[in-house]
């Protein structure tokens, strides 16, 4: 197994919270900034690379090998948010929604990608394509409700179908399914866009840690999590899928994809909507710095 494109993938997540760190520290990131880091991410950046995520090829042929593992990919976002449900009832409003939201939603999109490849190959890339769907089409529309909040239901679904990432979904649905190409300037608008979208959210979330420690990271909450999203999550996915009798590398990409560590997005999400932003960094580094240990023991244990 070829470990050398996640380690880079993670290394270069870890560069740019430095980064962003650095900036905080030297106060070219102020709090001002950081809402427009925010902003520029949820309205701008995210819905330009979830259009690009949906421009794959697609055709009967791809659709059939893509088929399983679509249907289970759908299966773990329902039980990762039956999970979401029963674990954390205990645990205070603010940092509840940030567990949900950040147990239904993983990293898969930003280190997924070059891990199936490295490790799978060219059809474990196709496969994990395909896995993505699913996880976006989730964490903007049911992962929305864990923050958004209104009077009343049809003002809910209201902002919840307006929101950019949503429509961004819908728009990227459209393109794949009916293999529309976006005009020369508009696609190469949108790639550039998708392409700063990692940056700006890793330099948020380094400019958020100015203000944690090191040993902070490790709470008896943030510890949980860690177990929950790198351990319990990948490991009910490989139970359930065992006894199918599936393809391995359909449950090989499954399991790996599943213990991805926490969406870089919760905690943009949650400074955005207020539910401690710095819990939320601290769910998404610690699982991060984490999962590098993890992923290669998940691999290796699969085989």
Known sequence: MDFQNMFQTQGMLFLLMLLGFLLKKKGMINEGNKVLLSDLVINVTLPASIIKAFQIEFNREILQSGLVIFLVAVGIQLGSYLLAAVLYQKVETGHKKVLQYATICSNAGILGNPIAEGIFGSLGLLYASFYLIPQRTFMWSMGLTYFTEAPDRKSLVKKIATHPCILAVVFGIIIMVFQIPLPGVIDQTVKSLAGANTAVSM?????????????????????????????????????????????????????????????????IMASKYHCDEVFATKCVVSTTILSMITIPLWCLFLG
């Open 203 to 267: 330099l948020f979330i380094g400019s958020i840690l100015t203000g944690v420690r090191f040993a902070d990271l490790w709470t008896p909450l943030t510890i949980y999590y860690n177990i929950v999203r790198l351990f319990l999550v990948p490991l009910l996915v490989w139970l359930c899928l065992l006894p199918l009798g599936l393809d391995e590398l359909v449950t090989g990409v499954s399991v790996v994809l599943a213990a991805m560590p926490a969406a870089s997005v919760t905690a």
